[in-house]
RNA sequence: CGGAAAGUAGCACAAUUUGGUAGUGCACUACGUUCGGGACGUAGAGGUUGCAGGUUCAAAUCCUGUCUUUCCGACCA
């Protein structure tokens, strides 16, 4: 390997956070603005949202959603309806305090999220079973003073969508709160490629306001746990807070109930962080916003003919692609390439045409085929399956390779010191025990699976030794 | 928000120690030759040294403040 294709990349095992920096910026995917913490996503990187959005957004739809805008401005009254809520989110929230020269009478937050907004809404739009449930979405950006920032992972000025919901039974918003999170989850393993545990936050971890918030929890390339998406459910929390009522079938006043669930450009953060190597960004086809890069090589008729043949092909497959026609040498093109992680590379040159044949390289493996012009859309439909399978097999692997199981305070306290990764034990739910792993390991407490939660082995509290309620992830996180 | 470091052309850096009016490489533009793992020639363009004050005859250089970035902690999607 030539040590040139990386010279502007750090390596992912000596410094991962500073080869995290050096990708997202080198695959343009993100420019610093003059406000820490305001994130420029260029037109790459945006192009990923873009997927993200179109998948989620047809996902959305189909179990019934409707979307809105809301105000970004939340007068102070407003947000101070929900106890817990503000409490949460009072500490980071930007303040507008003046219209033009004057003081504004009440000051207003900029949205950290919408819950307050979408109940003052609600109050007058619902009065009977009739109106339920409502089932709303909004994409937006919201704000979050943030002291430290990261590109994707950690902003101020955060691009997202959050669903805000209505039901008029426990049930049925408990089941809409699962059924966000079941296609959050599908949506990254079948599309991000990414593996990740789905299950409950603790009361400790859940969401400011919420009876209970169910989390997507993916681990990074270096251990490092990044919460990807979440779903809440509120119960009547808000609508009573708020005094939303509905009559309902049997005639009588009610508080309906309810839900939210939201993601972020975080999950480019963590493509990013789960698929990348030393060469730059490895983008899961599904997500890509261009499956294939073509790389003429040198330029004549047969070359241009065959690029012809190969993108009227491609078009005819509905396969997005890229030519890079810049007269760069073509060394410097394969590098870029993989920097931006085109997940397939077509080199065409005359070498390969004197036998009718194009490269195919993947980005993932860089392993190289040759085939014919003809076959190549063939291949390359054949490699994108492949790609999309192999990737997330492979995420698997090193995440599961990646979590521990001790059964013993000691020995947790020494994978914590000496490993990164996932840490499964089990737990008695008290919040003592989190706070002191916490303290004393630097650990959070990550979420309780839905499935095999029931405690193992011994059956105590990994920390007090108590009988254990449950097992649960721990790890550090982003 | 604490601790450390940095900011000079798009990028990487030099000139800062010892104050004297900004330079190199890559990238960029034009033309030509090239093209299978970061090409070459010729010509050219690009800077009130992050910003604001101060000291000085003179500031990229010294002082103060501020903003931004990076890394490490604490806090959080």
Not at 157 to 184: C, D, F, P, R
Not at 241 to 262: C, H, M, R, V
Not at 312 to 334: H, V
Not at 448 to 467: D, S
Request: contains cysteine; charged residues 30%; positive net charge.
């Amino acid at each position: 390997m030539n040590d040139k294709q990386v010279k502007e990349i750090t390596s992912r095992n000596k410094d991962f956070a500073q080869w995290y920096t050096d990708v997202v910026k080198k695959a343009d995917l993100v420019d610093y603005s003059s406000v820490k913490g305001s994130m420029i996503i260029r037109p790459y990187g945006y192009a990923i949202w873009e997927n993200m959005q179109n998948i989620l957004d047809k996902e959305f739809k189909k179990t019934g959603h409707e979307n809105v805008q809301m105000p970004m401005f939340i007068p102070e009254s407003l947000l101070q309806v929900e106890k817990d809520h503000v409490k949460g989110f009072a500490p980071e929230v930007a303040w507008v305090t003046h219209g033009g020269n004057n003081k504004l009478e009440e000051r207003m937050c900029i949205r950290p999220t919408s819950e307050t907004l979408f109940c003052d809404h609600f109050k007058r739009i619902i009065s009977s079973y009739r109106d339920l449930p409502l089932l709303y979405n909004q994409w937006c950006t919201i704000v979050r003073w943030e002291k430290t920032t990261r590109p994707f992972l950690r902003s101020r000025e955060i691009l997202w969508q959050e669903g805000h919901t209505m039901h008029e039974s426990k049930e049925e918003a408990m089941k809409e709160t699962l059924k966000m999170l079941k296609i959050y989850e599908d949506f990254q393993k079948n599309i991000l490629a990414i593996p990740v545990f789905t299950g409950k936050k603790t009361e400790k971890e859940k969401f400011a306001g919420a009876e209970a918030t169910y989390a997507i929890e993916a681990m990074m390339y270096d251990g490092v746990a990044l919460q990807n998406a979440t779903s809440h459910y509120f119960g009547q929390g808000f609508s009573k807070a708020f005094d939303i009522k509905f009559l309902n079938k049997d005639n009588k006043l009610e508080n309906p109930y309810q839900t939210s669930w939201g993601c972020t450009t975080r999950m480019i953060g963590a493509l990013v962080m789960v698929h990348g190597d030393d060469r730059g960004l490895v983008l899961p086809p599904r997500i890509a916003p261009f499956k294939v890069i073509i790389i003429p090589i040198g330029s004549d008729k047969k070359i241009d003919d065959a690029l012809k043949e190969i993108t009227e092909d491609l078009k005819d497959s509905s396969i997005t692609y890229k030519i890079d026609n810049s007269n760069k040498t073509p060394g410097f093109k394969f590098s870029l390439a993989e920097v931006k992680g085109y997940p397939i590379r077509i080199e065409i040159g005359k070498k390969d045409l004197e036998n009718d044949c194009a490269t195919i390289v993947r980005r993932d493996t860089l392993e190289k085929v040759k085939v014919p012009v003809s076959e190549v859309v063939i291949k390359v439909n054949e490699l994108l399956i492949n790609i999309q399978n192999d990737m997330y097999e492979r995420a698997l692997k090193r995440r599961n390779s990646m979590i521990y199981y001790p059964d013993t305070y000691d020995e947790m306290k020494n994978i914590a010191k000496n490993k990164s990764g996932f840490i499964y034990t089990n737990w008695c739910g008290n919040e003592s025990c989190e706070n002191k792993i916490k303290d004393e390991l630097g650990l959070k407490s990550r979420c309780i699976p839905f499935e095999e939660a029931a405690p193992t082995g011994n059956k105590k509290c990994i920390c007090c030794g108590k009988k254990a309620e449950t097992k649960i992830y721990w790890a550090k996180q982003y």
